[in-house]
T-cell receptor
Framework: GAVVSQHPSWVICKSGTSVKIECRSL??????MFWYRQFPKQSLMLMAT?????????EQGVEKDKFLINHASLTLSTLTVTSAHPEDSSFYIC?????????????FGPGTRLLVL | AQKITQTQPGMFVQEKEAVTLDCTYD???????LFWYKQPSSGEMIFLIY??????QNATEGRYSLNFQKARKSANLVISASQLGDSAMYFC??????????????FGKGITLSVRP
């Protein structure tokens, strides 16, 4: 299957710092990428939908100024957690939709575990 | 609105036996796709199998098959010849197909499968 990479896989940071997570589709061009958050033993919660060259669409309750999303190219989307606080500690997963498959299968990155101290 | 229901508690299966993971759904979309993903303890979401609502045959991918019963709105995943590496959390998901690239995946709560040696 298609490969989506995510970097870094682990981040430990101090409260108040900003953290950037990169998501890349390695063998296809993704016009649409998605960012999810997952708490232990729970399902994935969609944070935002990212379209190349346009502003991201955020889900209700997700602070756009807190979670900055940039989709500057067809293979790269970034999520920046600004002024991170301990409650932002979570597992963040990106996903990219492969337009070359029917019906546009979504492939996921390996995830980033964020721990804010 | 779409809804995915996975109500089974943690599932256990003996190695080399088959296991069925249940998934029921609800949607008003005329055309939709159903997906199963596997999430091992490492956290990555691995795409397993896809079933389109208008597909005439049940999908199969290696040891995975999807028992799709449209009238019952169920899309159960069958894993044959279970292996120890199948121990993971399994998520059923769906999305509308005709509403464009931005249609969102709706996930169930997931089922934990443990394969016993």
């Amino acid at each position: 299957g298609a490969v989506v990479s995510q970097h870094p896989s682990w981040v430990i940071c101090k409260s108040g710092t900003s953290v950037k997570i990169e998501c890349r589709s390695l063998d296809f061009q993704a016009t649409t990428m998605f960012w999810y958050r997952q708490f232990p033993k729970q399902s994935l919660m969609l944070m935002a939908t990212s379209n190349e060259g346009s502003k991201a669409t955020y889900e209700q309750g997700v602070e756009k100024d807190k979670f900055l999303i940039n989709h500057a190219s067809l293979t790269l989307s970034t999520l920046t957690v600004t002024s991170a606080h301990p409650e932002d500690s979570s597992f963040y997963i990106c996903s990219a939709r492969d337009p070359g498959t029917h019906p546009g299968t979504q492939y996921f990155g390996p995830g980033t575990r964020l721990l804010v101290l | 609105a779409q809804k995915i229901t996975q109500t089974q508690p943690g599932m256990f299966v003996q190695e080399k036996e088959a296991v069925t993971l249940d998934c029921t759904y609800d949607t008003s979309d005329p055309s939709y796709g159903l997906f199963w993903y596997k999430q091992p303890s490492s956290g990555e979401m691995i795409f397993l199998i896809y079933q389109g609502s208008y597909d005439q045959q049940n999908a199969t991918e290696g040891r995975y098959s999807l028992n799709f019963q449209k009238a019952r709105k169920s899309a159960n995943l069958v894993i044959s010849a279970s292996q120890l590496g199948d121990s993971a959390m399994y998520f059923c998901a769906m999305r509308a197909i005709l509403t464009g690239a931005n249609s969102k995946l709706t996930f169930g709560k997931g089922i934990t499968l443990s394969v016993r040696p």
